[in-house]
């Protein structure tokens, strides 16, 4: 797909139907356990429909809508996306894990005139139309009786019509934070943000490629490398209906591609190793058999990638890649190619993204890096700067093969009293790897370098709770002989709970327990 002339998600649709027609984009379970397809070429045509409605929508020609989605991956759920974004309106993702008064305070913050919404969340509306008055039109993604409109309506009802062209400059998609240390913004990202993000990196696919699409839809990560890449690259993409049954789908499917966060990917890798311990059988073999037999390669993005797990993968026969980036670069700031050697980085540099180091942080600036934050001057002034630098939060460096290192957040960075700065980050993902430890955070207390653990429940289940602390403060031990003495833990606590997350499965840092103490 040439560059050159695909300068808007608006000509990215387009020209995906031009370019791939009728080849399949994508497949989704249907009733009776049967699969459904739809072509580049229909996806395109029923995109149009959706534009067709929100324009019959729109009473100033000139004044976008704000049209919110929510609900899981699915055909209604992308042709709303792109009939939104293709007809110069805005779509706002929402997490489809939030609580009704989050759900709400975000349509209110978004200012949305049009809603969206899977009919597992039809209840809610009550709420919703009580707390949200702006909203002026709630269509249902799939058929429901006492729905006033929804999207097969819509399909049967509109013709495809011509769009107006789309500025690459517009604002395509607010897409809000997971708010992991306070409230979420939202990030604005224009047509050109995530067209960058798209086109910046080379031979990524091909259309033999079939991926399984597993991860969020609200996330931009699952956007931008499950969906807006396959569209590039005229490959296949297969939703996954449910974590419940990935097993099932990673065998319909057989996909040659899939993207994961490490929490899942090292669920998955923990249950190839029981079946092959239960059926003494090579893990190998049992990996083959789970995946499908057609993997090239997983990549992972979100959270940090211990090294054991990518040598386990390996050892499969199953390269995985990591890759480093945030809603604000619409995601992608470096990415690594699955024929590559795997470090303790997280990917090169995607190209037309610059970095400098500022007191330790990671500063970056790319065409993918977004517009600012939905009204929100002083948050978009705290990280974009004037000449358009945008502020990580992470430390790190990058080395002449700009390969990018990473090791830790500035606003979670420990300052000692004796001036010494620590990582808790640093020090967590030494735990990555040990079975024992289940989830981990590191703070200070008292003026002390604190871990706090949650251990493994089906390790523990025969042990005493002396028994378990003794074996985590020798794991302990050891971990600090591999440290300078400025950053040694020395106070244990261990936690009888998990810790409090966000929806995307990241640990509230500030939420710490005043648990057991060892």
């Not at 086109?199 to 699952?222: A, F, G, N, W």
């Not at 994961?260 to 190839?272: C, E, S």
Request: aromatic share 8%; glycine share 6%; net charge negative.
């Amino acid at each position: 797909m040439n560059r050159e002339t695909v300068k808007t998600l608006q000509d990215l649709v387009r020209q995906a139907a031009v370019e791939y027609g009728d080849k399949v984009f994508l497949k989704e379970k249907a009733e009776n356990n049967t699969i459904a397809e739809a072509s580049f070429a229909q996806f395109y045509a029923d995109s149009l429909r959706v534009a067709a409605f929100l324009k019959a929508k729109q009473q100033q020609p000139d004044a976008p809508l704000h049209v919110a989605v929510i609900g899981a991956t699915s055909y209604a759920y992308l042709v709303s996306y792109f009939g939104t974004v293709s007809s110069g309106n805005v779509i706002v993702p929402i997490d489809a894990q939030l609580a009704c008064a989050d759900i709400c305070d975000l349509l209110c913050r978004a200012n949305i005139h049009v809603f969206f919404y899977d009919t597992r969340y039809a209840a809610m509306l009550p709420e919703i139309r009580r707390s949200c008055p702006q909203i002026q039109t709630f269509v249902a993604l799939h058929a429901a009786e006492d729905a006033e409109e929804s999207i097969s309506s819509i399909l049967y009802h509109y013709n495809p019509t011509d769009v107006a062209p789309v500025k690459a400059e517009q604002l395509a998609s607010i897409v809000y934070t997971s708010g992991t240390t306070g409230k979420s913004k939202g990030v604005m990202l224009s047509h050109g943000n995530l067209i960058d993000n798209t086109m910046c990196q080379e031979k990524e696919s091909t259309p033999e490629d079939v991926l399984l699409s597993v991860l969020p839809i609200h996330h931009v990560y699952c956007l931008t490398c499950d969906i807006l890449l396959s569209m590039r690259y005229g490959a296949t993409v297969c939703i996954n209906d449910s974590m419940m049954r990935i097993a099932q789908n990673l065998k319909r499917f057989q996909p040659t591609l899939i993207l994961l966060v490490p929490m899942i990917a090292h669920t998955i890798y923990k249950q190839i190793l029981a079946a092959a311990n239960a059926k003494a059988l090579p893990p190998a073999v049992i990996a083959k058999a789970i995946f499908g037999g057609r993997l090239k390669g997983i990549y992972s993005g979100g959270a940090y990638l211990p090294p054991e797990l990518i040598a386990g993968y390996q050892s499969l026969g199953i390269p995985i890649a990591q890759g480093y980036g945030m809603t604000e670069c619409s995601p992608r700031i470096a990415t690594a190619t699955l024929d590559g050697e795997s470090g303790s980085d997280v990917g090169t540099l995607v190209n037309g993204c610059e970095t400098k180091i500022v007191d330790g942080e990671l500063l970056v600036k790319s065409p993918s890096v977004m517009m600012g934050y939905y009204q929100d001057e002083a948050a978009t002034a705290e990280a974009l700067t004037a000449d358009g630098w945008l502020h990580t939060g992470d430390l790190g460096y990058v080395d002449e093969n700009r390969r990018v290192f990473l090791t830790g957040r500035k606003k979670n960075l420990i300052i000692l009293s004796n001036g010494e700065n620590v990582s808790p980050e640093e020090l967590e993902n030494k735990f990555a790897a040990i079975d024992l430890v289940t989830e981990c955070l590191v703070y200070t207390e008292d003026g002390v370098i604190t871990v706090e653990i949650f251990p493994n429940a089906e390790l523990c289940a025969e042990m005493t709770k002396e028994d378990i602390g003794a074996a985590l403060q020798d794991i302990i031990s050891q971990i600090n002989r591999t440290l300078p003495s400025s950053k040694m833990i020395h106070r244990l606590r261990i936690r009888e709970t998990e810790f409090e997350k966000t929806t995307s499965k990241k640990i509230k840092r500030q939420q710490t327990s005043k648990g057991m103490l060892y």
